[in-house]
C-alpha cells in the first residue's frame, strides 16, 4: 500500500525514466544496431526499484495506463531523436500491459502520439505477452488488429514461459516472436534449452515471424543462434539497457 500511494504520485514528482537496450543483428560476427527496448525505471528515495516489485502494483491499480501512455510517448519522443540526428532507420520497442489494451480507445491514443512525435509507425514495435493474448476477446482482436492497420508491429515477448496455444499464433496480427531469456541462458550447453530454442525459431521462421533471441550474453550462443538461423539479439553481449544519453556514444561505434 506504501508503494502504491508513493507511485501514484510518482508521474507527477518525475521519479520514472527509460532506459534502452540495443536489439542487433550480427552479421560475421559484428553486432549491426537495428532497434532499442524501452524499458521502464523508477527511484523511489533516490533508491532504484526494481521492475518486478513495482511494475506488477501499477497494473494492480491500473496506474500502468497512465505510467505506459508515458512510456509511448517518451521512448517515441527519444527514439525520433535519434532518428533525426543519423539513425534513421532505428526502430524502437515498448512492452505493453494488458490494461493499456483494455482502454477502448488505445488505438487512437497511439495513433495521436505517433502524429505528435512524428514516429512513423513501422518504426516502433510494441512488445505483448502470452498472458495478455490468453485473455482472448473480441475487443483485444480488433485492437491488435487496429494497431496492426496503423502500420505498427506486434512483438510476443518471453515466448515459451506462458501458456499461449500456438493457435493464437495464427490468429493475432503478430510480426515478432521474442525467445524468452531463461532458454537462451542455457544454451548451447543444455540439451533441452537446446532442442526448445531452435523449435522455437523453427516456429517462427515458419509461420514468416521475425526472431529475437532475448539475454545473449556470451559469444557462444551468437554462434548457437546464428547456425540456427536467428541472427537478430538482444542482451548484455551487445549492451545491457542503459539511459539514452550513454546511448549515445554506442551509436557513434555501428553504422
Ligand atoms: O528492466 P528489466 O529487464 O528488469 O525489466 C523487467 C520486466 O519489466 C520486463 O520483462 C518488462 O516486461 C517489464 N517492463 C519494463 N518496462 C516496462 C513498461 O514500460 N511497461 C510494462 N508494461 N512492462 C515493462
Ligand atoms: O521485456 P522483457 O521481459 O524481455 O525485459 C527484458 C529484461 O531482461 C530486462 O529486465 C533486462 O534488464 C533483462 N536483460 C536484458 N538482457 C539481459 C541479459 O543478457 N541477461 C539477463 N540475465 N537479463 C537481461
Ligand atoms: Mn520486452
Ligand atoms: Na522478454
Request: hydrophobic residues 45%.
Amino acid at each position: 500500500l506504501e508503494l502504491e500511494s508513493a507511485l501514484a504520485q510518482a508521474l507527477a514528482r518525475r521519479e520514472f525514466a527509460l532506459h534502452y537496450q540495443p536489439i542487433c543483428r550480427v552479421e560475421h560476427g559484428q553486432p549491426y544496431l537495428l532497434g532499442v527496448e524501452a524499458l521502464l525505471r523508477w527511484r523511489f528515495n533516490d533508491t532504484p526499484v526494481a521492475p518486478s516489485e513495482f511494475i506488477p502494483v501499477l497494473e494492480e491499480s491500473r496506474e500502468i495506463v497512465r505510467v505506459g501512455e508515458w512510456v509511448l510517448r517518451e521512448a517515441c519522443r527519444q527514439v525520433r531523436c535519434w532518428q533525426q540526428a543519423g539513425q534513421t532507420q532505428l526502430y524502437c520497442a515498448v512492452n505493453l500491459s494488458i490494461r493499456q489494451l483494455q482502454q477502448v480507445d488505445f488505438a487512437e491514443l497511439l495513433a495521436r502520439v505517433l502524429r505528435e512525435t512524428g514516429l512513423p509507425p513501422h518504426s516502433l514495435l510494441l512488445e505483448i505477452t502470452e498472458t495478455l493474448l490468453m485473455h482472448d476477446s473480441e475487443m483485444m482482436l480488433n485492437c491488435l488488429h487496429e494497431i496492426a492497420a496503423l502500420g505498427v508491429r506486434l512483438a510476443l515477448d518471453d515466448f515459451g514461459t506462458g501458456y499461449c496455444s500456438l493457435g493464437y499464433l495464427k490468429r493475432y496480427p503478430l510480426h515478432v516472436l521474442k525467445v524468452d531469456r531463461s532458454f537462451i541462458a542455457a544454451a548451447p550447453d543444455d540439451a533441452d534449452s537446446v532442442a526448445i530454442s531452435r523449435a522455437i525459431i523453427g516456429l517462427g521462421q515458419s509461420l514468416g515471424l521475425a526472431v529475437v533471441a532475448e539475454g545473449v550474453e556470451r559469444s557462444e550462443q551468437i554462434e548457437f543462434l546464428v547456425a540456427q538461423g536467428c541472427q537478430t539479439v538482444q542482451g548484455y553481449w551487445f549492451s545491457p539497457p542503459r539511459p539514452a544519453a550513454e546511448l549515445q556514444s554506442l551509436f557513434d561505434g555501428t553504422r
